[in-house]
């Protein structure tokens, strides 16, 4: 496989717009409609499809150029470094991203192959796991994916990372289900994600609590508030603890070494603009979780509430998509409550995105799923197109 003839520094450029013109798109369509009929009806999944397969070969064939970040050191290891010789499970070390790898490296594939089946997993697993949450409306979905803030730059840049947390949140849509079947296939894909990268452990405990212990979000954005009075207050003692329980060994090196990187991230000290990014979904699930109370107290426990024993539902969805909803939100909350403790190290935004993976499923979930608005299919339309829009003026600013 040859490379596309793309000058690098013109790639995020047509990333960035292209995906920001698609959702342009797709809010003109939802934006006169007074209703939710749109978000209701059954649609195509040919955008979808049609889209993903571009981005894939678009991103899998990249040149290579150090305007992609650690591309070139993945490029640099894929060319030189040494093949096991036997293959073996290390549950300490990132056993299927090397055996991807040297796979890839056997079979006589260039280093643009190996890029193409990573680019495969990292855009096509998300586009099956939101086609299980929410069925016929993937391709909004999938916007809401590739234009989140983090889409492109873990695509070219923290591939292991990306590939990873992309395994995972099919795994998550998987398991959210409830179906012990569908719990074990997504506990398969779980540990093929693990094996990529061990720091996903984090929001799959998470999950876990989401699942199993934490039945309210309400509890979980408490825990948020309270992450950021213990980062501005104890925020050092937090990075030392959470690089000695050993999920990124990267972690103990930026925390330990805030003064030697600061000339090369943007800002170090606590993140206030990294913060109120990533409070959007904490305010949503809020939102939602006040809303279905509301509705509740007025209404009284839908059937499904009353036969599954699930409370919350209210007039805002079947019990089962509220359920879903909550795991979902839970999980993104606990996550980055943890990452808000270590905001102070340098490179936070690497560990920001064990919780930003999920801040679009979270989203397009709500907005899709649930009936929070009368008028939802306008304002899905446009909570998309200022998703969106946000992420293209970080671009244009240089942030991103």
Not at 48 to 67: D, E, H, K, N, Q
Not at 273 to 283: H, R
Not at 327 to 349: D, E, H, P, Q
Request: proline share 3%; hydrophobic share 50%.
């Amino acid at each position: 496989m040859t490379p596309l003839p793309i000058q690098a520094q013109l790639f995020p450029q047509i990333y960035y717009w292209g995906v920001f013109l698609a959702c342009l798109f797709l809010y003109f369509n939802y934006s006169g409609s007074d209703n939710c009929n749109k978000l209701l009806q059954k649609n195509s999944m040919a955008p979808a499809l049609v889209f993903s397969v571009l981005l894939i070969v678009f991103i899998g064939m990249r040149p290579l150029s150090y305007m992609f970040g650690d591309s070139a050191n993945y490029a640099h290891g894929y060319a030189f470094d040494p093949i096991n010789a036997v293959f073996s499970v290390d549950l300490s070390k990132e056993w299927f991203w090397r055996f991807l790898r040297d796979t890839c490296r056997v079979m006589g594939g260039t280093v643009h192959f190996w890029f193409f089946i990573i680019a495969v997993v990292y855009i096509s697993f998300p586009l099956i796991g939101f086609r299980k949450l929410v069925g016929e409306n993937a391709w909004m979905a999938m916007l809401f994916f590739l234009s989140a803030f983090s889409t492109y730059q873990f695509g070219v840049n923290g591939l292991r990372n990306g590939f990873a947390c992309s395994m995972e949140i099919l795994a998550f849509a998987i398991a959210a289900n409830g179906n012990i079947s569908k719990m074990l296939l997504g506990g398969v894909v779980l540990i093929f994600a693990l094996g990529s990268h061990k720091s996903v452990m984090l929001p799959l405990a998470a999950f876990l609590a989401a699942t199993y212990v934490i039945k309210s979000p309400k509890w979980a954005i408490y825990f948020w508030i309270a992450s950021i009075g213990v980062s501005l207050v104890a925020g050092g003692t937090m990075v030392n603890f959470f690089a000695g329980l050993g999920f990124d060994d990267r972690m103990s090196a930026y925390g330990n070494s805030m003064d030697q990187y600061a000339d090369s991230f943007s800002s170090t000290g606590f993140r206030w603009d990294f913060l109120a990014y990533s409070a959007m979904p904490v305010w949503l699930t809020w939102y939602v979780t006040k809303k279905a109370e509301t509705e509740r107290a007025l209404y009284g426990d839908t059937v499904e509430e009353a036969e599954t024993n699930i409370t919350g539902a209210g007039r805002i969805a079947d019990a089962h998509s509220m359920r879903v909803f909550n795991i979902l939100a839970t999980t993104y909350i606990l996550t980055n409550s943890f990452w808000v403790m270590v905001i102070k190290a340098a490179f936070s935004n690497r560990f920001a995105y064990l919780s930003w993976f999920l801040y679009p499923v979270v989203l397009a979930y709500a907005v899709i799923r649930l009936h929070i608005w009368p008028d939802q299919d306008r304002k899905a339309g446009l909570i998309l197109l200022l998703h969106a829009g946000f992420t293209l003026i970080m671009y244009m600013l240089g942030k991103c």
